[in-house]
């Protein structure tokens, strides 16, 4: 059953979107199957470079089935602006599918997590603003409204009123904000279904008979293993399983479907918002790590925090999911640098520390232990097979296969599809 699942490995912003975009060239279908638009992939081919916030990787490829799973927070507006961007630059979107399980970011959920994030004032998570976190909370609460009820004006209206009774006196009494119209976000969300409605199918349905016939899949997860709702640093994470659980629950496949599990990890460490990382480089290094490799979020566009390859994070990772191999992104950001470091474990309170911790008041407290690698100071963007990479490169691969207890399957070297080393063929 050839179904490859990829997840991040860190947290977040890993390089998953071309990953996922270099095996889509085999496969016949790739399914999203979690997050929502506080996620993006971002995608270098020969029409450009896209950022895809809901869209699978694959709808690039003309033969891939691209499809939206039950356990992603779906924003229509946003969906519908990609789906018109993409269509203006003649990419086909026959092939998009949407869970018709697949819950919906309503306009209170922006709202309400703006004024949480507010009212946390200097203890505020980071999130996007994009009301993801409210959404899930509502599913989870089971007042959540789903893509099948865009179907039906009755339905959608009698769901609503009295959620939005809810929410408004929440609105009201905590926030002191004025009530949102129901009348408006009816009519708005009715129009919304009208042109999601071609889309909308049993996307469970669909996977489980493209695993029966024997098809090949690929399963994008957004976010990273670091940032999941039960593993990562919480309260700092998301509000879904970004972990392998979150692609048999966010889909509906059974676990035996799984072939391959493979982690993306960035050859460097990055965060986006708040909460640890204990390698982060608050200096010139990690300054000119974010200049060069540009690194900013594709989603809001903020600095990202860096640091060197944390190997406590990524081996807990790798375990966690199960990995069968890892994908390692941004290999030539490091031919700058002259020496390269690698957390091997972590020291807290007198104590050695060979994972991550449950607490992260703990985790804020933990100091790296490094050991330092030469680095290979020359370019590898045009290097296609692992024995060509300079020797420094091929030891700094080597030893992360050893901390992490996973073998590397591809290594890429530069932001294009082109740009890659496979070690391994994963189909």
Known sequence: ???????GGQWGDEGKGKVVDLLAERAHMVVRYSGGSNAGHTIVNDLGTFRLHLIPSGIFHPKVSCLIGNGVALDPAVLLRE???????GVKMGRLYISDRAHLVMPYHTLIDKLEEEARGGGAIGTTLRGIGPAYADKIARQGLRTCDLLSENDLRQQLRPILEQKNRLLARLYEANPLDLDEI???YI???HKLAPYIRDTGEMARQAVASGQRIVLEGAQGTMLDVDFGTYPYVTSCSPSIGGALTGLGLAPSAIAEVVAV???YTTRVG????????????GQLIREHAQEFGATTGRPRRCGW???VVARYAAQVNGCTAFAITRLDVLDILPKIKVCVSYEAEGKRLSRPPASTALMERCTPIYEEMEGWREPITDIRRFADLPRAAQAYVRRLEELTGCPAAIIS???RREETIEVRPLF
């Open 274 to 285: 708040s909460g640890p990382l204990p390698t982060e480089l608050a200096d010139e290094t």
């Open 309 to 311: 390859f944390d190997a």
């Open 191 to 193: 129009e919304y279904g």
């Open 1 to 7: 059953m050839p179904v490859v699942a990829i997840v």
């Open 413 to 415: 070297v530069g932001p």
């Open 265 to 267: 990890f960035k050859a």
């Open 186 to 188: 009816a009519q708005l």
């Open 83 to 89: 789906i018109e961007e993409l269509t203006g630059c």
